[in-house]
């Protein structure tokens, strides 16, 4: 009797009944008869499917909370910024439902949902510019966490004027978190995103990221780098402009500074900067520069130190790009 009897045990959350959606799929396609399902069976799915659909209600329920906190009028948004340094480290509800919003919107539709409610507008034109420096960088980070690989989320950002008040806090904002978090939500908006990008290079983005490179904050200073980087990688049609602004002699002066690993990138910026373009290689050829002896240090103190494998790569093949002989040794035997 127990033969005939169904033993299989269902899968009791959402990934369970993916697979068993899976499973099911894949046993169609043999020559086997498909077998009915129980009535069980299908009281069990239409039970699992119904929690998952009241799970996403649940989740839009708790951004439309978030947003009715964050839409409230309070007295603290006209305080000042004295004020706001004697208060920076007491609990906001504000924060706590940026927070959750931040956890929220990594899931897709619930980035395109708080789009819909108004979400998105609400952190670009009242929590960008906020007195208080912890309400800035959440709302920069909701806006990242919403924009990552979201083209609709993306343009409708650009289309309200994220990408300035993104890029003013990058370069100026007094609090270190603040523009690391706009540097991120900069980054979320124009990687893999032509307009984005077009907007980028109509504020003159790059010049940005050059501050960023020369702040005293680590972290901006490695982000910034890295953008520059990827940018210049993906988009070798804008090297001319990047060229001309002087970028070469603000990359060389960075690397002048105490060295730092974020130097990988800078160095990788300028490979790019002269791969197949002539004006790169005749800019970090300017003996003013010193370019050719930094690159021969440089490359003599990381000979051996496995972390720094990549940025040596760098310098060796930025001098075998740009100067004769890059690859030869001296009498000690160290690459030149």
Known sequence: ???????????????????????????????????????????????????????????????????????????????????????????????????????????????????????????????????????????????????????????????????PKLLQLTDSDPHPTVRVKALYAVSCLVREQEAGLQAFLSHDGFSVLMRGMQSQNEKLRTKSAFLLLNLLTSHPEHKAAVVSMGMVEQLVAVLRTPHSPFHEHVLGALCCLVEDFPQGIKDCRNPALGLEELLRQRAKELQGREENQEELDFCHRLRSLCFRGGKQSDDNGMDR
Not at 5 to 22: E, I
Not at 56 to 70: A, F, G, N, R, Y
Not at 116 to 127: A, I, K, N, Q
């Open 1 to 163: 009797m127990s033969e005939n009897r169904d033993t299989r045990r269902y899968p009791r959350n959402l990934q369970g009944v993916l697979q068993l959606a899976v499973e099911a799929g894949s046993a169609s396609e043999g020559p086997a008869p498909v077998e009915q399902m129980s009535e069980e069976r299908k009281a069990w799915l239409r039970e699992a499917l119904a929690d998952v659909c009241k799970g996403q209600m649940d989740e839009v329920e708790q951004m439309k909370q978030c947003l009715t906190i964050l839409n409230k009028e309070e007295a603290s948004d006209r305080e000042t910024s004295e004020e706001e340094d004697r208060d920076e480290d007491e609990s906001d509800e504000r924060e706590s439902a940026f927070e959750l919003l931040s956890e929220l919107c990594e899931n897709l539709d619930n980035a395109r949902d708080l789009m819909t409610l108004g979400g998105l507008d609400l952190c670009v034109s009242r929590y960008l510019s906020h007195a208080r420096s912890g309400l800035r960088w959440h709302a920069a980070e909701v806006i990242a966490s919403c924009a990552q690989n979201m083209p609709q989320v993306q343009v409708h950002l650009l289309g309200i004027g994220a990408l």
